[in-house]
């Protein structure tokens, strides 16, 4: 079935150092990809997404291309901030039967110290 | 435009008790999403519904189950609770003409069974 793989973290980085978190899947079809973001005690928020292949999704300085031949998304920031630290979830969408879900990779922990 | 929201923000509940949790969908959209969010795990798809009827389901017993309303609220009935029910609930709303499948979340219900 179609599943999500994330690096595992927790990624600890100094402000302004380049940020990356790989991420790959295994789907059928063409799923449309996304980097969700979760603050401590709070839901998900959607950082970015890319629909088809060799799009790149961009916000807030965080930039990842769906890239069909390796069947990667991985998230990049130049510079990171200690705002940043977070808990940052990739995501494809299936489709079964007449609806469509989200399936989530488990997860990277992202923490910026100044 | 008011996005999507959960109450109760938290609920405690022992062992073999019921639940109902409730979403309020994002203005305009009519498909909702549950899911489920184990501490320190990526969330997992429970169901769908879509015009008051449940279109889709992950792999979760019957205990659980839910309703969708005419004004596309939703519910989410946890019966027999378990200790492993401990967890965030977090609802998603879209547009049925989503295109790109993308959800909306609310900030999430953190169940606890003692």
């Known amino acids: 079935g179609d599943s ?48 088809k292949a060799d799009d790149k999704g961009s916000n807030k300085g965080f930039e990842a291309t769906y890239r069909k031949e390796t069947t990667s998304f991985h998230l990049e920031k130049g510079s990171v901030q200690v705002s940043d630290s977070a808990v940052y979830f990739c995501a494809l969408s299936a489709r079964s039967g007449g609806y469509n879900k989200l399936i989530f990779g488990a997860g990277t922990r992202l923490a910026v110290h100044p | 435009e008011t996005g999507v929201t959960q109450s109760p923000t938290h609920l405690i509940k022992t062992r073999g008790q019921q639940v109902t949790l409730r979403c309020s969908s994002q203005s305009g959209h009519n498909t909702v999403s549950w899911y489920q969010q184990a ?19 992950g792999n979760f017993p019957p205990r659980f189950s839910g309703l969708q309303f005419p004004n596309y609220s939703s519910e989410l009935n946890v019966n027999a609770l378990e200790l492993d029910d401990s967890a965030l609930y977090l609802c998603a709303s879209s547009p049925r003409t989503s295109g790109d499948n993308e959800q909306f979340f609310g900030p999430g219900t953190r169940l606890t069974v003692l």
């Open chain 2, 39 to 57: 501490l320190g795990q990526g969330p997992q798809f429970i169901f769908q519904y879509y015009r008051e009827e449940e279109n889709g389901r």
């Open chain 1, 4 to 51: 999500v793989t994330q690096m595992e973290g927790p990624v600890t980085l100094s402000e302004e150092a380049f940020l990356t978190i790989n991420c790959t899947y295994t789907a059928t079809g063409y799923p449309s990809l996304f980097w969700y973001v979760q603050y401590p005690g709070e839901g998900l928020q959607l950082l970015l997404k890319a629909t």
